[in-house]
């Protein structure tokens, strides 16, 4: 009988997140009254210092532009498509994005408190130092999806899709994380004291040594300090 010697698989690299890809200079935009429109296209500026408010649109598309220090209030942007994005410094509290379909985008230094994501398809985002405490994402399909450096507290990710999705640095104590795989996804790398979570989407999530308690409890398991202890010294 010939035998044949088994190959070793290589291990999967981790594949980088795609940035923002944007022309070396944009032309400054006054948005002035303008009104975003149902079905249209914008693209190619840059947007900074103002507020824009009371806005509703269905199937808006932005494509390489920067906004920078604006604050959106009171805005509906349903199914909105934003491709080579960024938001720098701007404020998107409560603005709801259902069903967005968001690719190659960042928020950098953002407040995303109560941003509504639901339904949304994420493709090479990155969310870093945004403070996006109750922020929803329910039935979102992420993929390469960073937060770094986030406040998540309260977020809500329920029934979610998570591939190569981060959460490094991030605080996701009492986020919402039920009837979501968490296979492959590291939360030894985030913060939290509770987490809303079913032992069935635990299956090959990552969890620090130091969170064990908290997945305990979902066992009705009870650590004992001292042996942890023990093993430390």
Not at 42 to 67: G, K, L, P, T
Not at 144 to 167: H, I, M, W
Request: charged share 25%; proline share 2%.
């Amino acid at each position: 009988m010939k035998m044949c010697a088994k190959q070793q698989k290589k291990p999967k690299s981790k594949s980088k997140l795609e940035p923002p890809k944007l022309p070396e200079q944009l032309p400054e935009l006054v948005w002035g009254d303008q009104t975003i429109q149902s079905e249209t296209e914008y693209s190619q500026f840059v947007i900074s210092d103002c507020v824009i408010e009371d806005q509703e649109a269905y199937r808006a598309a932005f494509e390489q532009v920067i906004f920078r220090n604006v604050t959106f209030a009171s805005t509906t942007l349903a199914k909105v498509e934003l491709t080579d994005v960024i938001f720098d410094k701007c404020d998107l509290s409560n603005v709801s994005l259902q069903d967005a379909t968001i690719h190659r985008t960042e928020f950098r230094d953002c407040k995303i408190m109560g941003l509504d994501l639901t339904g949304a398809t994420l493709r090479n985002l990155a969310l870093r130092d945004c403070m996006g405490d109750y922020s929803t994402y329910r039935f979102t399909n992420m993929k390469q999806v960073s937060f770094l450096d986030c406040s998540l507290r309260g977020a809500d990710f329920y029934g979610s899709e998570l591939q190569q999705v981060r959460f490094d640095g991030s605080n996701l104590d009492q986020a919402q994380l039920s009837s979501t795989k968490l296979e492959g996804i590291d939360l030894s790398v985030c913060e939290f004291t509770e987490l809303g979570v079913s032992i069935a989407d635990l299956q090959g999530c990552i969890i620090g040594r130091e969170q064990a308690s908290v997945f305990a409890g979902l066992l009705g398991l009870v650590l004992k300090q001292d042996v942890w202890d023990e093993d430390d010294a």
